[in-house]
Structures are given as structure tokens and as C-alpha cells.
């Protein structure tokens, strides 16, 4: 994933880090890599340095300031950030202290030291739990200190700075309600460089929801590593037991004027009986649930730490249908784990017939430096991977079209986001998450209206909206204005 984004740069003047000051305009180039919590963190460090007069520019040669978010769950991530660093030491060494160079995110959390010694001329190293830090950062690098690392883990704090300093939102915005992981699968990178499961105070999500809506947000997204191991002290006057996911998707749901509530990723040994029950009473829980498996094989899944059987998994779906029967289920799978057979691989493709996936993500195993999977033996070959890989994303890529085809000929309520490149033309999501463009007037920005799903393009889907919905808006009672 590649997002630039406004940001920054150096010289002496970063020394002042008031918002309140005016700060002449500069070029900051944000590069982000990985997951949706890095893109959310990519807007966030953009929202962050917009107020010192950072604007976007289009390549790092234009910019004062490059920032790397990177990503370090898979190798191929990881190397990427190098091979950009590489990329980066040329432009830097024509530029020299014209340009400030920032390594943000994973990689910077768990591999600082290597960055320093691969990379000399990066100035700055920040991991995810410092970016709201930056700016003094960046004035203390300006100062020509040498590199300034700061990879401290202070979550609670950066949860509140950050969503201060939000840009203007879009029709769809993202809140991050936790951080960290404390799962430990073996294969995994995020518990060491996302630090502990931190969840946001119930609070401040409902207030920055709220403040989202006031800027025309109608949908939003819950952000976490584990959303749904996510726990808060009730608010003032809500008894004493504390909340959970389903409780916050319910409090959320009451904010006048937002229309849709999703939340991702989660970890099947946190899908309570109140998060589960919340998709059948909640209509603006949307009946989506991206809930990760990685292997249908009790053999791999305890190799993996995972902590739940695939016939427990098996069980939560179907609980979750039981309330929810058209919800769409996304997964993410991983191949190739370290002793994995022929017959494990072949549970991993009977769960995936059992279960029924809208979407999915799917991996070769990674070989993660430090994480214990790392140093188990039978590692399968890569030749054998590539063939599991293929097999499986032929059968997900199935469903997935399967799915798709079952909407053809449905009237579905749409959340219009954004013009299409066509003249007249929006692109919505279904409440299944799948983009659909239709010919609609610019009026049906930022509403929900029923369309007719017509066809299935390569990503997305099309749709008419029907004559109800041109002439009354659906959501008339929750609209602004
Ligand atoms: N190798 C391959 N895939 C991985 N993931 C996490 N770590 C690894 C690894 N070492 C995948 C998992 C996880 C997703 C975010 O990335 O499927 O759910
Ligand atoms: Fe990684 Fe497992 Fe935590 Fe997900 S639950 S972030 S895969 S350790």
C-alpha cells in the first residue's frame, strides 16, 4: 500500500513547534507500507505536521521531509524499506541537510539499530508509539544531533494527540480504539513491535466519533491489532462492569447523523457472546467480520499459538450467522508454516469449503528473525509454498467471486464516498465492503441510498440507483442538514 501524504521537513525554524505559530510552507513526501493501522498512522503523522505548514509534494526530490511508515510483519516488507532506502542515500547526499529523512513505524521499532548502521544519513528513527513526538524530533535532528531514535512505548498518549490533531475527514474515517497484541503467535512480528493490548477510554472514542460526524463522517472504523480484546471502564453513570467491543459498537451507534460502524482486525479468542449479539440487533454494525484463521490444522494452529481449534472457529462463524445470516466473512491465512503437510494444508482448504469467505487475505509463511516459529525445524521449501499459495487463493478467489455474483439483481443500501472517474458517476461501499460505482447525482455524496446491484466488474461492483432513492434520501433522519 503507497500513500503520500502531507508532512515536513527541517531547518532551524522546526526548532518552534507551536501550532499556534505560522510556519512558512514545506514538503514532506510520506511513504506508507503495510496494514490499515499504518495508513490510519500515515494520515495521522500528515494531520499531525499539516498546522506547521507541511504540504504534500509529489516526490521525495521536492520534499524537506521523507517519511518511511514502514511495515515489518513479512520480510518482503522489511526489504522494501531498504531497497527505498537505497534509492533515498542518492537523493539525500545531492540534498544533504535540504532534506530530513524519517524512518517511522515497525521497522523502525524493531530494527533501529540495523537502520542506523544500513542506513547512516537517516535522521530520524520513530517507532509507532512515538509519532506524535515528531515534531520535537525533528527540531532536536535539526539541531544536528545525529540520529534522534525514539522507539518508547507511551500509547495512551499518542492515541490523544493524534486524533486532536485529525485532518478534515472524509465521508469514511478510521479511530483507532487499540494498540498492541499480547497473543504471541509464533509466527508473528506485532506483540514485539506493537508493544501490550492498550485500549482507548470509551470516552474520548464516543467524543472524537462525534466530533468526526460534526465534519460529515458517516461511517467509521474501528482500528486495532486485536479490536475486539478491546476493554474500557464503563463511561460515568454505565453501572460498573466494564465495556467491551460490543458495548462500544452499541454506545457508537447512538451518535446522531453516523450511519455505519465496522471494526478490524480481530482475534477469534476474543469474539464474545456481546460483540456476537450486537451484529444481530445492531443495524449499524455493518455485517462484515474480518476474522483471521491462518490454518485449518489443530496441529499448525497450536504450533501457531493461536489458542483455539479450527472446529472453534467453525463454531463462532456460525454463531455469528445464526444472528447475522448474510454477514460477510474475511480471513487471513498463512501457508507454509514450518512443519506443515500435505494433509494440514488440506484441512486449511476444508475450512475455508466450511466456513465461506466474501474475502481474504493470504500469505507464505515468513521466516521473522526473533519470533519463535523462526528457529522451528521443517521449514517448507519456498516451491512448495508458491504451489499452497496458488491452490488456496484459487479457491478464495472463488468464493469471493461467488459472493459477488450472489448480489447481482439485489437492492442494497450504498454509502456514496467519492466521485468515479466516469462524468456522473459516485462509488459507494455495500455493506459488505465491496466498492460499487453507479451513475448518481453529486447530492448522494455522503448518504446512503438503495441501488440495484446490476454487475460484477473485476473490483467492484455496478449498480442503478433505484428511483426511490433519487428523489428520497434514505437516511433523511440521521443526515445533516
Ligand atoms: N508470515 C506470513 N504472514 C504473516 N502474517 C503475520 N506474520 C506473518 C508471517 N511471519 C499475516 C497473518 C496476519 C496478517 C496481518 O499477516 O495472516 O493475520
Ligand atoms: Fe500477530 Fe497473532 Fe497478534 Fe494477530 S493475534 S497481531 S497474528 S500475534
Known sequence: MHKELPIFRSDGAADEVTPARTHAPRGVFIKTYGCQMN????????????????????????AELVVLNTCHIREKAADKLYSDLGRLRE????????????????????????????????????????????????????????????????????????ARDRQAASVSAFVTVQEGCDKFCTFCVVPYTRGKEVS?????????????????????????????????????????????LGQLCRALAKVDGLA??????SHPRDMDDELIDAFGEEPKLMPFLHLPVQSGSDRILAAMNRGHTAEAYLKIVSRVR????????????????????????????GLVRAAGYASAYSFKYSRRPGTPAASLPKQVPEGEKDARLAALQALLTAQRDD????????????LFERRGRQPGQLIGRTPYLQSLHASAPDSLLGKVALVRVTAVTPNALAGDVTEAARSTLLDAETSRG
Open 39 to 62: 495508513v490510519y498512522d500515515g494520515e495521522r503523522i500528515a494531520g499531525l505536521l499539516a498546522p506547521l505548514g507541511y504540504r504534500s509534494v509529489p516526490s521525495p526530490a521536492d
Open 322 to 349: 445464526a444472528v447475522r445470516p448474510d454477514i460477510a466473512l474475511s480471513g487471513d491465512f498463512i501457508v507454509g508454516f514450518p512443519g506443515e503437510t500435505d494433509k494440514d494444508f488440506a484441512e486449511t482448504l
Open 200 to 244: 482507548r477510554d470509551s470516552t474520548a472514542i464516543i467524543a472524537e466519533t462525534r466530533a468526526l460526524v460534526q465534519q460529515g463522517v458517516r461511517e467509521v472504523t474501528l482500528l486495532g491489532q486485536n479490536v475486539n480484546a478491546w476493554r474500557s471502564a464503563a463511561p460515568a453513570g454505565d453501572g460498573g462492569r466494564d465495556w467491551t
Open 260 to 265: 455505519r460502524i465496522r471494526f478490524m482486525t
Open 91 to 162: 537523493t539525500k547526499a545531492e540534498r544533504g541537510d535540504a532534506m530530513m529523512v524519517a524512518v517511522a513505524g515497525c521497522v523502525a521499532q524493531a530494527e533501529g539499530a540495523e537502520i542506523q548502521a544500513r542506513a547512516p544519513f537517516v535522521d530520524i528513527v520513530v517507532g509507532p508509539q512515538a509519532y506524535h513526538r515528531l515534531p520535537e524530533l525533528i527540531a532536536r535532528a535539526a539541531r544536528g544531533q545525529g540520529v534522534v531514535l525514539d522507539t518508547d512505548f507511551a500509547v495512551e498518549e499518542k492515541f490523544d494527540v493524534l
Open 403 to 414: 459472493f459477488c455474483k450472489g448480489l447481482v439483481g439485489r437492492t442494497l443500501p450504498i
